[in-house]
């Protein structure tokens, strides 16, 4: 999300998202948070959204070893599915 911020995309992004049902859900995956992300968010996202952070806010670069990643190649057809077997981990 912030890297097409970064590329010019802000003002496209937000018509697509003035665009979008009022009744949705909606996430957003990130690995940093920056200021611009924050405000395009606060315009996607419910007011009352969740927030996981799994570094910390003060942390604004990665740090190699305290965030547990995993990779899984699946199959196009079955990347939807996936993704929802991850989220019951959580």
């Known amino acids: ?3 097409l911020l970064d ?3 802000k003002a496209a992004i937000e018509r697509i998202i003035k665009d979008l049902p009022r009744q949705r859900q909606s ?3 990130s690995a940093t948070v920056p200021n ?3 405000e395009v968010l606060g315009m996607a996202l419910a007011k009352n959204h969740v ?9 604004e670069t990665h740090d190699e070893g305290k965030v547990p ?3 899984a190649f699946t199959e196009e057809s079955q ?4 993704i929802f077997r991850c ?3 959580w």
Do not use: H, W
């Open 79 to 82: 990347q939807l599915a996936a």
């Open 87 to 89: 989220g019951r981990l």
């Open 27 to 29: 996430l957003c995956f």
């Open 69 to 71: 990643q995993t990779v």
């Open 51 to 59: 927030s996981v952070d799994c570094v910390g806010q003060e942390q």
């Open 7 to 9: 590329q010019g995309f």
């Open 36 to 38: 611009t992300l924050k």
């Open 1 to 3: 999300g912030d890297q």
